[in-house]
């Protein structure tokens, strides 16, 4: 069945480095892939997605790319800042287009 | 802008005791879903909805029940609270069967059995 498998956490990392969380998935067909971010005591929110390989997905200084040949889409930004501490989640949509599957979320601290 | 709305945000129950999660959205969303948030485990499908009068099993249905009551609310009823199901239990709906379709989350509900 679909999987998704992302980087164990915490990670943790001083303000302005940068950010790599991996995140690699399992899939039949063609899926759609979502990192989903959520801060404490809320609920989650789209950070960002891409729906065919090669797709680039940005928001907010962060970015993705769907790499089908990987099987891959790692979560990058290039300077994290304290307000980015949160749990991340990597995700896909399958081609039925009902069910939502995701990690098992990584949670990012930065430091000032 | 409400967007998803459960009810209640935290509630203590005994083993055995029964209860219902309610949640509506106001964004004229056909598929909506209830999740459940452990630690280390992501987030896990309960049961879902892809349109009024439709419900589907996820990937962790037992002991749990549903209800599609309109297009905007869609409730979850533990029968019989167990210890295992002391969890973050998240609401969410989606405009479109598209697999491009995110999801809108609420802001989760805390429960706890003892």
């Known amino acids: 069945g679909n999987s998704v498998t992302q980087m164990e956490g915490p990670v943790t990392l001083s303000e302005e480095a940068f950010l790599t969380i991996n995140c690699t998935y399992t899939a039949t067909g063609y899926p759609s892939l979502f990192w989903y971010v959520q801060y404490p005591g809320e609920g989650l929110q789209l950070l960002l997605k891409a729906t065919k390989a090669d797709d680039k997905g940005s928001n907010k200084g962060f970015e993705a790319t769907y790499r089908k040949e990987t099987t891959s889409f790692h979560l990058e930004k290039g300077s994290v800042q304290v307000s980015d501490s949160a749990v991340y989640f990597c995700a896909l949509k399958d081609t039925g287009g009902f069910k939502t599957i995701f990690g098992a979320g990584t949670r990012l601290f930065v430091k000032a | 802008n409400a967007g998803v709305t459960q009810t209640p945000k935290f509630q203590v129950l005994k083993t055995g005791q029964s209860m219902t999660l309610q949640c509506a959205q106001d964004m004229n969303h056909n598929s909506m879903y209830w999740y459940r948030q452990d630690p280390g485990m992501g987030l896990r499908l309960i049961y879902y909805?892809?349109?009024?009068?439709?419900?589907d099993k996820g990937e962790v249905p037992n002991g749990y029940n549903v209800s599609r009551l309109n297009k905007r609310e869609f409730s979850l009823r533990l029968e019989s609270a167990a210890p295992s199901q002391t969890s973050v239990y998240f609401c969410?709906?989606?405009?479109?069967?598209?697999?491009?379709?995110?999801?809108?989350f609420g802001e989760g509900s805390r429960l706890t059995v003892l």
């Open positions: 909805s892809a349109s009024e009068g439709t419900t």
């Open positions: 969410a709906s989606s405009a479109a069967a598209a697999n491009t379709g995110e999801l809108f």
